[in-house]
T-cell receptor
């Protein structure tokens, strides 16, 4: 699986948009970009995934650059409950089972 | 209703003991997983079962033996516990094992402490 690079930590004011970057410069054409988050003392939670088009759901938006070497997860109006570690993961479309390889993620702290 | 439930939530035991962690999912998924999160917070896959068949085994010591009596359950048995086994163990499930865009649903974790 392609390796990802994320900032160790970020801060965001409540109510503002949180933009979490992820570099995946070695991503292959058959690899998706996934985002999960882990709130303290809970299990990881799926947020969103995409291949090459931008995606949006009720939780977040995912912007993938045209060359697919990086992406940004956007939480449009961050709340205190969005404080968590956010993981950017790339994985192939098929093969190898549904194996997610988690990195160190970005610790997002949302403050008043 | 809890989608993926693990028991026990906390487990404290002595070195050398044998212990089990149980996992059940009520989502109708056909694939289940065990992940281990160590003290440095790295989350690593250990095993994956699809329809009771082992499909991922990530070089885990054979003291760890997963058992899937049916596709809704995946239990983890650990023999001869060692200090390094102390971690939080997460169970997860998804729909579709090898065909993989299905998101993973995780349980709340089972914190194992070996003394």
């Amino acid at each position: 699986d392609a390796k990802t690079t994320q900032p160790t930590s970020m801060d965001c004011a409540e109510g503002r948009a949180a933009n979490l970057p992820c570099n995946h410069s070695t991503i292959s054409g058959n690899e998706y970009v996934y985002w999960y988050r882990q709130i303290h003392s809970q299990g990881p939670q799926y947020i969103i995934h995409g291949l090459k088009n931008n995606e949006t759901n009720e939780m977040a938006s995912l912007i993938i650059t045209e060359d697919r070497k990086s992406s940004t997860l956007i939480l449009p109006h961050a709340t205190l409950r969005d404080t968590a570690v956010y993981y950017c993961i790339v994985r192939p479309l098929t093969g190898g089972g549904n194996k997610l390889t988690f990195g160190t993620g970005t610790q997002l702290k949302v403050e008043l | 209703d809890t989608a993926v439930s693990q028991t026990p939530k906390y487990l404290v035991t002595q070195m050398g003991n044998d212990k089990s962690i149980k996992c059940e999912q009520n989502l109708g998924h056909d694939t289940m997983y065990w992940y281990k999160q160590d003290s440095k917070k790295f989350l690593k896959i250990m095993f994956s079962y699809n329809n009771k068949e082992l499909i991922i085994n990530e070089t885990v010591p054979n003291r760890f033996s997963p058992k899937s009596p049916d596709k809704a359950h995946l239990n983890l048995h650990i023999n001869s516990l060692e200090l390094g086994d102390s971690a939080v163990y997460f169970c997860a499930s998804s729909l579709g094992g090898a065909r993989i865009t299905g998101e993973l649903f995780f349980g709340e974790g089972s914190r194992l402490t070996v003394l």
